[in-house]
């Protein structure tokens, strides 16, 4: 989190049903998790509604820190409330255009359904046309479980992507398509985890001993959380950090948690669950 | 959403542990929820780390919006890396200093404690003493369930609020002390959402259905959610509106509702479940 060189990203969640709390971003998470396992940061989720001025001021912010990814979800479907390409359109002052790539995209998708349905019409209506309608300087990104094809711009320094909102589809094109790009721009860096679980010993007790250990330890993140009232204390403690290679990330993490277990036991608190992840 | 005189209000979360996909973010929908509930509109959410920088942009880059509030959780316990309240003060330029009305709280707190467990020492330490540091402006919200104070400040049409992100804190909070701001400030506005769910007809044959529907029923919001497949399509239908009393709201939804069926039904869709909330 602290480490400047680290790759930054930027998510923009796009949907209303984020804002008035019918949806948990679980996709947000879900990259989130993915991409810091694979060495890259994220430093900020931005959520916003199913508006053009909306999302495009909020590309046009992303682009202003100069993260090396900023990828949207959310709004690329076929109805009139998917408007993330004509915000990011907007955004870039490009036009949108229908793209002769994608097209054939959604048009292969339709025939396939047509194929293994019977009924189903492949005909290219207006808003099965409207998915392959990006802006004019995008290229389209497979998507290998649904119609609507995600949306790759590089700018200058950024890479910006666009990703469905459904679940299984944005997993899917992440793992397919931005997976080997992460690696890529990682180079290796690995991000490693570990928590212990600290027991009769408050937060405010413990707060000077998270000091220490961080102070002692220079590339080690602490961060308590408490999972009970102060007087009741069961404080998860999550270790983390960035390292050039495995070995290396799991001696360091091992030599904070033993120091912290040792100061912790030695102001009368109890390390009951070690979990190393 | 699209209600541009409904009061609006930003959300901001603080924690690595979001942007490293460790914890999902369910406090934000659960205010989100329960703001919308109370006929306010959440324009946006933003995930940053446990940085007084990120911080206090992110608050300033709220504050030029406008919103009617900001809400921002996490970061307000006794360590280190609690640094919500020196973020909020970079970001409005004021000095941090100890609130003598807090630091009773806190005291309080630790003897209640005291009497409680026994054991606790209930001395002011300096983390405790920090969670009564404040910035010079704010006034200290009292936490039904724990020990930090929350803090509240009126900017220039904007007031701002700092919560825990312990969520059983944050929760106890919002509803004492910021759910009847909300209610005041909506002036009875209520919303009112229900879902149906479609089967046999694809996203892209719905499209203009919807379309047709929200023209004819004016301030109704209708968007689809893709359950499945383009080609087996099972697809939730949420309809949801604003307005000055609960029977209005209903009338609105029911009349959208009936249409968007019939049309569905007309088009071979099969309108399974009806879940009205």
């Not at 998790?33 to 909020?58: H, M, P, Q, W, Y």
């Not at 995209?105 to 290219?124: A, C, H, S």
Request: hydrophobic share 40%.
């Amino acid at each position: 989190m602290q480490d400047e060189a680290s790759v930054r990203i930027e998510i923009i969640s796009v949907g209303n049903e984020l804002l008035i709390g019918k949806v948990v971003n679980t996709n947000a998470s879900w990259m989130a998790k993915r991409a810091t396992s694979l060495g890259t940061t994220v430093r900020r989720i931005t959520v916003i509604s199913d508006d053009v001025e909306e999302i495009s001021t909020a590309v046009r912010e992303a682009i202003k820190r100069k993260p090396r990814f900023i990828i949207t979800t959310g709004g690329l479907g076929p109805t009139f409330d998917d408007k993330t390409l004509e915000g990011l359109a907007k955004a870039l002052k490009q036009n949108l255009k229908v793209n002769e790539k994608a097209l054939g995209m959604v048009k292969k998708r339709y025939e396939e359904y047509r194929k293994q349905g019977g009924t189903i019409d492949p005909e290219l209506t207006a808003p099965r046309v409207k998915m392959a309608t990006i802006p004019e300087n995008a290229k389209p990104l497979h998507n290998p479980v649904g119609t609507a094809p995600a949306a790759i711009m590089n700018l200058r320094g950024t890479v910006l992507i666009a990703l469905p909102g459904v679940p299984s589809e944005m997993e899917a094109i992440f793992e397919e398509s931005i997976v080997p790009m992460l690696k890529k721009e990682a180079g290796g860096i690995v991000f490693f985890e570990a928590s212990i679980f600290a027991d009769s010993i408050m937060e405010s007790t413990l707060a000077p001993l998270i000091d220490k250990v961080m102070h002692d330890n220079a590339c080690v993140y602490i961060k308590s959380h408490p999972k009970s009232k102060e007087n009741t204390p069961h404080i998860e403690l999550h270790f983390s950090t960035t390292a050039k290679d495995e070995q290396t990330a799991k001696e360091r993490i091992g030599k904070a948690i033993a120091q912290l277990s040792a100061l912790t036991e030695a102001n009368s608190g109890k390390i009951r669950t070690k979990v190393i992840r």
